[in-house]
């Protein structure tokens, strides 16, 4: 059975219930109940990638409200690695020194 893996929210039953006619308010004689059957209502459950208090992560079936109330941590995806602005100057630096600036060629003057 599905249920949230917070709240516990799980299916509930009830009843589904049937009316014919027409609403006294708009004119008519009124609605009567002609059937009356068994129905289930579901949680609203969502598959989301989560945060676990370990630092780990890992999929979780959530129902919408927890979601929304942010009981859980949803796992965010990471920025590829970047090196610090300080390195790559440093870098930068090293092939500068390495590659010698070419000098500009002499205009012939008049």
């Known amino acids: 059975m599905?249920?949230?893996?917070?709240c516990q929210k799980k299916p509930s039953m009830g009843n589904q219930i049937e009316h014919r006619?027409?609403?006294?308010?708009?004119?008519?004689v009124g609605t009567k109940v002609t059937g009356i059957s068994r129905r289930e209502?579901?949680?609203n459950l969502q598959r989301v990638k989560?945060?676990?208090p370990t630092g780990t992560t890992r999929?979780?079936?959530?129902?919408?409200?927890?979601l929304k109330k942010g009981v859980i941590?949803?796992?965010?995806q990471q920025a590829p690695?970047?090196?610090p602005v300080s390195v790559?100057?440093?870098q930068q630096a090293k092939t500068a020194a390495k590659t010698p600036a070419k000098a500009a060629p002499a205009k012939a003057g008049k």
Not at 2 to 6: G, L, P, S, T, V
Not at 21 to 28: E, N, R, S, V
Not at 73 to 76: T, W
């Open 81 to 83: 690695f970047k090196l």
């Open 50 to 52: 989560i945060t676990t």
């Open 59 to 66: 999929y979780a079936r959530v129902c919408t409200r927890c």
């Open 73 to 76: 941590r949803k796992a965010i």
């Open 88 to 90: 790559q100057k440093a």
């Open 2 to 6: 599905a249920q949230c893996e917070y």
């Open 21 to 28: 006619g027409k609403a006294k308010y708009l004119g008519g």
């Open 41 to 43: 209502f579901k949680p």
